[in-house]
């Protein structure tokens, strides 16, 4: 069986085209100009992870949203049942910047922090 797919790596600025191939289990990987690429390709293929950013709601207005973030990636196959568990969350003002906001989310070990500073006086940037 041959299964083809081409991503584009985010290691570094140079953005390679890399083009990943895999028949019958042996994978090809052609398009990477420095070996992070190769190894950037590999975990894409066989340990899928990501960063996973996204907002909460206030307790007080569901339409303030403060923006945070996974404080390391998570494997993709886990992003549906943490955006549930982050869904259900509602932070009370002020929520300053780095603040947990859920601890060791899916027992992966990794932390849901905030990315910025919101505060009573400054709610209005953060209008959903």
């Known amino acids: 069986m041959i299964k083809e797919r081409c991503i584009t790596c985010i290691i570094c600025p140079k953005g390679c085209r890399i083009s ?46 403060i923006p945070v973030k996974t404080t390391r990636e998570i494997p993709v196959n886990t992003i549906k ?22 601890e060791n989310l899916l027992d992966l070990d990794v932390d849901v922090i905030a990315t910025d500073s919101v505060t009573p006086h400054n709610w209005r940037n953060h209008e959903s």
């Open 20 to 65: 990943i191939s895999q028949i019958d289990g042996e994978l090809t990987i052609d398009g990477y100009q420095c070996s992070r690429g190769n190894d950037y390709a590999r975990q894409v293929v066989e340990f899928p992870v990501q960063m996973l950013t996204t907002t909460v709601s206030a307790s007080h207005d569901h339409h303030i949203r």
């Open 81 to 102: 049942e943490a955006m549930r568990k982050i869904r259900a969350v509602r932070i009370a003002l002020p929520v300053r910047i780095g603040e947990v906001i859920v």
